[in-house]
């Protein structure tokens, strides 16, 4: 996937997104995060309750690395010519008493569908912390639905909501994304703060690196996501284009 490469000149907007993440300095309180000594966090080590009030969450807002703004797309594509579009709709859901954020993750090969999902999401207006409800899966074979792997409610069978993307991520401190026991328990730990990451679309400073792991199976995943842009690679996945929503 060679091609001419832009650099990718961030807006004022995003700047200041920055600076307010680098304020937070590793203090007491930041390393008693990454170190898991914040209450919430589990026998594995990772965070997998959250002091949020949930009736503070809403379906649109932005953190420093995520945006819920209806309208938003980023295209993607790997080596092999498999495309992955993220759409931001103009659609809510109330999940487990919060009205969530509709995002469609559509996956296609050979410009046929592989995977359909519409993921659940809410961010806390205060400190941009993004919050993950569930997601509905479809997966497709010969142009037909064939199974749901991974699909899950928060409030449904013992599911919980679990910790999208902090606000202010902290280098160490390890949380629960998916809390669906036997279903979907993805976990993520902050990797980096500054990498530089080039994709089609640009070339990208200050990047949070993001690793991903699931006591499910031994799948590792890693993602990047800009600063006032968001995901910007997604395992062999790097972005295409993308189109900011309204504000």
């Known amino acids: 996937m060679e091609m001419r490469r832009l ?11 920055l600076a307010a ?3 937070s300095k590793p203090d007491g309180a930041a390393l008693a995060v990454a170190s898991g000594a914040q209450t919430g966090a589990g026998r594995d080590g990772f965070r997998e309750t959250f002091a949020v009030d949930k009736t503070k969450l809403g379906p649109t807002g932005t ?5 819920l ?22 659609e809510t859901r109330v999940v487990d008493g919060v009205t969530t954020r509709v995002i469609e993750e559509r996956e296609e090969t050979s410009g046929k569908p592989s995977e359909i999902s519409r993921n659940f999401f809410a961010i806390d207006p205060v400190t941009g912390d993004a919050y993950y409800f569930g997601e509905a ?6 142009g037909k639905v064939t199974s749901h792997p991974g699909s899950w409610l928060s409030g449904v069978s013992g599911a919980r909501f679990g910790l999208a993307l902090p606000g202010k991520p902290v280098i160490g401190d390890r ?15 902050i990797a ?10 640009g070339a990208f400073e200050h990047c949070l690196h993001v690793k991903e792991t699931t006591p499910l199976d031994k799948d590792v995943g890693h993602k990047w996501y800009a600063p006032g842009v968001g995901l910007v690679k997604d395992d062999e996945f790097v972005l295409v284009s993308r189109s900011p929503g309204a504000r």
Do not use: N, W
């Open 192 to 201: 980096g703060l500054d990498d530089r990451v080039e994709t089609p679309a």
């Open 69 to 90: 703004h209806p309208g938003a797309v980023m295209s993607y594509r790997d080596d092999e010519g498999a495309t992955l579009t993220i759409r931001v709709l103009d």
């Open 63 to 67: 953190g420093c690395f995520f945006s």
């Open 137 to 142: 899966v479809d997966i497709y074979k010969g």
């Open 7 to 17: 650099v990718a000149r961030l807006p004022i907007a995003a700047l200041s997104c």
């Open 175 to 189: 949380y629960h994304q998916e809390l669906a026991p036997g279903v979907a328990m993805d976990r993520a730990e």
């Open 21 to 23: 993440c680098q304020s």
